[in-house]
């Protein structure tokens, strides 16, 4: 991955865990982190971690109903993608330079 890419997923990250939202930092990290979830949205949280496909107006009415903003909603739902995503995109680079080693290794020694 490219140092621009890097640097803008670094950016994109920080500001959804750190930018000005009606969450707590703590909050959405544990959110990006799939982690110590409060108790209003860890179903919601777990469910956009593991199979986000799933994810239905009542799952984010049950959220409301335990006290949860919309906006409380969105900003932990964002974050739980993009923590989901970014240890998908870690594995697959990981993955992928595991795969290449070998063949690095190769050459370094012809």
């Not at 199979?51 to 409301?64: I, L, P, Q, R, S």
């Given at each position: ?27 959405r ?72 080693a ?9």
């Amino acid at each position: 991955m490219s140092d621009a890419s890097a640097r803008l997923r670094k950016a994109v990250v920080e500001r959804v865990l750190h930018g000005p939202g009606t969450t707590t930092g703590d909050q959405r990290r544990a959110a990006f982190d799939s982690k110590d979830v409060p108790e209003a949205a860890r179903a919601l949280i777990d469910k956009v971690s593991k199979t986000a496909w799933k994810v239905t107006d009542e799952d984010v009415a049950a959220a409301k109903a335990a006290g949860l903003s919309e906006d409380q909603i969105f900003e932990l739902t964002v974050a739980a993608a993009l923590g989901q995503a970014t240890r998908q995109l870690d594995a697959a680079l990981a993955a992928v330079d595991a795969a290449l080693a070998p063949e690095a290794a190769t050459k370094e020694t012809a």
